[in-house]
């Protein structure tokens, strides 16, 4: 197994948590499946969850599709597919660039919330055609705070036939 290097930043003035992985030689094979493990005991916040992605002027496409599992406390888990926009039509990295090196932070959920307290698991998986995926650096996890859940009723919530925001 590939040794991973990892950053990981906590602040609780912030209230932000942020992991990155690094890409073994800029080249993401599918068998790299990158955890970010978070522990959440505030279950009334409100979060946003962001993917962060670097890569070299050198990636080839507009986009990356990403399989991300989330796995809850109590062991169930769920997946879903995610598309990051990375340029527009003409090619024009959306993310901020220095050189030939670029950075994006790609809102991925808006007023998330984590109905369990617990640890959350969060694997992300490369989806593209491409195996080994070339002239990516890093892939990383980003969560921040932003509010307070508003109280809901006990009857006004059984009433409530769609699911909202969860990770």
Same mark, same amino acid.
């Given at each position: 197994m590939l040794a991973l290097c990892c950053g990981?930043?906590?602040?609780? !003035?912030?209230? +932000?948590?942020? !992991?990155?992985?690094? #890409?073994?030689h800029q080249s993401w *094979? %599918?068998?790299?499946?990158? +955890?970010?493990?978070?522990? #959440?005991? *505030?279950?009334?916040?409100?979060?946003?969850?962001? +993917?962060?992605?670097?890569?070299?002027?050198?990636?080839?496409y507009s986009n990356l599709w990403l399989l991300i599992t989330t796995t809850y406390p109590d062991g169930k888990s769920i997946r879903q597919r995610v598309e990051?926009?990375? %340029? *527009?039509a003409t090619g024009r990295w959306f993310g901020s660039g220095m050189e *030939? #090196?670029?950075?994006?932070? #790609?809102?991925?959920?808006?007023? %998330?919330?984590f109905n369990q307290p617990g640890t959350y698991r969060f694997t992300f998986e490369q989806d593209m055609r491409d195996n080994p995926l070339p002239n990516v650096m890093?892939?990383?996890?980003?969560?921040?705070?932003?509010?307070?859940? !508003?109280? +809901? %009723?006990?009857?006004?919530?059984k009433q409530v036939n769609q699911p909202t925001a969860q990770p």
């Open positions: 990981c930043q906590f602040s609780t !003035q912030l209230n +932000v948590f942020e !992991q990155q992985t690094a #890409i073994p *094979d %599918a068998k790299l499946r990158p +955890v970010f493990t978070i522990h #959440i005991t *505030d279950t009334t916040a409100l979060y946003d969850i962001y +993917v962060t992605l670097r890569h070299t002027n050198d990636y080839r990051l926009p990375l %340029a *527009d *030939d #090196i670029f950075f994006h932070r #790609i809102l991925i959920q808006h007023h %998330a919330y890093n892939i990383g996890l980003r969560i921040e705070k932003i509010g307070r859940r !508003q109280p +809901v %009723a006990a009857e006004a919530e």
